[in-house]
Antibody, heavy 117, light 110 residues
């Protein structure tokens, strides 16, 4: 069955960096766009980035463009989100999800990122 | 890209039907048939309930249906059950190759 497992979250100071990982299994990883999303405590969902199956097509939300970089390693069935210049407002639960017809059909359990001094 | 507009809360009694609206613009909801709906129970990841406006993923009850008219999409849940109590989010593809979500609607089953 499809499984997505995020890791790499934690506490980081403002201006710091973090790399999130998402291990995928149960489907042909390279056949699918993948998505990063986040959810702030008590608030709604925010889309962050898409990456195409080969990694050559990438889109970002304005809120993270220039600070976050998405990548993937199809040989390892893994998705990554490199986050730089982190701000307090980046504090959230970060999800990876598989894209299907411009929807997120499978989600991981999320990894929590806290940006605080 | 501004968030899609959803009512903050809706409620209904068991067995009734409810509809949640999701209003966007001609750059997102009105432009594409790529509207999705998600259910989220507390402490859980969102679950896809509807994609491409009105399609249900395998395993989703046919009590859930979606539609769209102009810049507004809607999710209808018929035969409300206690387990339907959750937060619901809509999303849409946009004309700048991004995705925008609604602010979420809390459904209370009375």
């Amino acid at each position: 069955q499809v499984q997505l497992v995020e890791s790499g979250g934690g506490l980081v100071k403002p201006g710091g960096s973090l790399r999130l990982s998402c291990a995928a299994s149960g489907f042909t990883f390279s056949d699918h766009y993948m998505t990063w999303l986040r959810q702030t405590p008590g608030k709604g969902l925010e889309w962050l980035s898409y990456i195409g199956g080969s990694g050559s097509t990438i889109y970002y939300a304005d809120s993270v463009r220039g600070r976050f970089t998405v990548s993937r390693d199809n040989a390892k069935n893994s998705l990554y989100l490199h986050m730089n210049s982190l701000r307090a407002e980046d504090t959230a639960l970060y999800y990876c999800a598989r894209d299907f017809a411009a929807a997120a059909d499978y989600w991981g359990q999320g990894t929590l990122v806290t940006v605080s001094s | 890209q501004s968030a899609l507009t959803q009512p903050a809360s809706v409620s209904g009694s068991p067995g009734q039907s409810i509809t949640i609206s999701c209003t966007g613009t001609s750059s997102d909801v009105g432009a594409y048939n790529y509207v999705s709906w998600y259910l989220q129970h507390p402490g859980k990841a969102p679950k896809l309930m509807i994609y491409e406006v009105s399609n249900r993923p395998s395993g989703v009850s046919n009590r859930f249906s979606g539609s769209k008219s102009g810049n507004t999409a809607s999710l209808t849940i018929s035969g409300l059950q206690a387990e339907d109590e959750a937060d619901y989010y809509c999303s849409s593809h946009t004309n700048i190759n991004s995705c925008v979500f609604g602010g979420g609607t809390t459904l209370t089953v009375l």
